[in-house]
Antibody, heavy 123, light 108 residues
Framework: EVQLVESGGGLVQPGGSLRLSCAAS????????MSWVRQAPGKGLEWVSA????????YYADSVKGRFTISRDSSKNKLYLQMNSLRAEDTAVYYC????????????????WGQGTLVTVSS | SYELTQPPSVSVSPGQTARITCSGD??????AYWYQQKPGQAPVLVIY???ERPSGIPERFSGSSSGTTVTLTISGVQAEDEADYYC???????????FGGGTKLTVL
């Protein structure tokens, strides 16, 4: 059974940093592209970033490029999101998701999702 | 930046057919995917590659594509189908994934 469990969320001041983790199990982690998707309170889904199975290719939404860094450790079956220079508008539930059928680059179906971790950016 | 456009809300009575559209210029070049999200829960994939249904998703969920518009159709809507629905695709290069704004389906 595929499981994705996020951790690392919490309250952080504007300008601060936070690192999210996602522990994956139930599939061959190194084979699949992984994504982060966020959802601000009461708002819709927003794609944040993706990383290829090898870790050699990374992709970012324009809203986070230069501030967030996605990475993975296949020896630990873990996905990470390092978030720097956080802003109030980064407040959201952050989900990690497995890309099931990869079509090209970061594009494909998100076939499994974690339950999310809440990040609140506030003074 | 690339955008997908969905209607904010759709309302249907139980047993009727609900259709939710999603429009975007790159949809002829990139597949679309549909997710159902109920309050307090993570999204669930209900349609992939425009019209394919994952295992475990009821047959009443179907997808179609025509030009720059894709459509999620729910036939014989049930009360349990009340949820937010999001389309997802990517720009023509595939390097930027994008979600539609979401459609709230209300079962009257």
């Amino acid at each position: 059974e595929v499981q994705l469990v996020e951790s690392g969320g919490g309250l952080v001041q504007p300008g601060g940093s936070l690192r999210l983790s996602c522990a994956a199990s139930g599939f061959t982690f190194s084979t699949y592209t992984m994504s982060w998707v966020r959802q601000a309170p009461g708002k819709g889904l927003e794609w944040v970033s993706a990383i290829s199975g090898s870790g050699g290719s990374t992709y970012y939404a324009d809203s986070v490029k230069g501030r967030f860094t996605i990475s993975r450790d296949s020896s630990k079956n873990k996905l990470y999101l390092q978030m720097n220079s956080l802003r109030a508008e980064d407040t959201a539930v952050y989900y990690c998701a497995k890309v099931g059928l990869l079509v090209i680059a970061a594009a494909g179906s998100l076939d499994y999702w974690g339950q999310g971790t809440l990040v609140t950016v506030s003074s | 930046s690339y955008e997908l456009t969905q209607p904010p809300s759709v309302s249907v009575s139980p047993g009727q057919t609900a259709r939710i559209t999603c429009s975007g210029d790159a949809l002829p070049k990139q597949y679309a995917y549909w997710y159902q999200q109920k309050p307090g829960q993570a999204p669930v994939l209900v349609i992939y590659k425009d019209s394919e249904r994952p295992s475990g998703i009821p047959e009443r969920f179907s997808g179609s594509s025509s030009g720059t518009t894709v459509t999620l159709t729910i036939s014989g809507v049930q009360a349990e189908d009340e949820a937010d629905y999001y389309c997802q695709s990517a720009d023509s290069s595939g390097t930027h994934v994008v979600f539609g704004g979401g459609t709230k389906l209300t079962v009257l």
